[in-house]
C-alpha cells in the first residue's frame, strides 16, 4: 500500500521555526528517495529537500542552510527541519517518494516521483 501522510505545518512569525514530518508506508519508505517540495498557487512544485538512502542529502540553492532534513527508519518517517523562515517560505508542503535514488539532476523534478502526500501548509507573516 502507498501511503505518505505529511503533518507539522503551521503558522509562524518571520524567523520562526516548524518541523515537518512524514510519514510512509513500508513499500514507500523503501522505494529510495523521499523529498521535499513546496507549491504556491498557480506555480509548479518546487524542490526543497531530499535523502537518499544512504542518509545522502540534497537542498535547494534558496534554502541557504535554513533548512534541515532527516529520517527516522525505525519510524519510517521523514523530517524537514524548517529555521529562520521567511515570508516568502509560506507554501504548501508536499512529501513524495518513488523516485530510486535523489540524482543531483533529477531529486528536483516532481516528474520523477510517484507517490504523494496530502500536504502541509506553512504560512509565515511578516
Known amino acids: 500500500q502507498v501511503q505518505l501522510v505529511e503533518s507539522g505545518g503551521g503558522s509562524v512569525q518571520a524567523g520562526g521555526s516548524l518541523r515537518l514530518a512524514c510519514t510512509a508506508s513500508e513499500y514507500t519508505y523503501k522505494s529510495g528517495c523521499l523529498a521535499w517540495f513546496r507549491q504556491i498557487p498557480d506555480h509548479g512544485r518546487q524542490g526543497v529537500a531530499a535523502i537518499d538512502t544512504d542518509n545522502s542529502t540534497r537542498y535547494a540553492e534558496f534554502v541557504s542552510g535554513r533548512f534541515t532534513i532527516s529520517k527516522d527508519n525505525a519510524k519510517r518517517t521523514v523530517y524537514l527541519q524548517l529555521d529562520s523562515l521567511k515570508p516568502e517560505d509560506s507554501a504548501m508542503y508536499y512529501c513524495?517518494?518513488?523516485?530510486?535514488?535523489?540524482?543531483?539532476?533529477?531529486?528536483?523534478?516532481?516528474?520523477?516521483?510517484?507517490?504523494w502526500g496530502q500536504g502541509t501548509q506553512v504560512t509565515v507573516s511578516s
Open positions: 513524495a517518494a518513488g523516485s530510486p535514488v535523489c540524482g543531483v539532476w533529477v531529486w528536483g523534478n516532481p516528474d520523477e516521483f510517484d507517490y
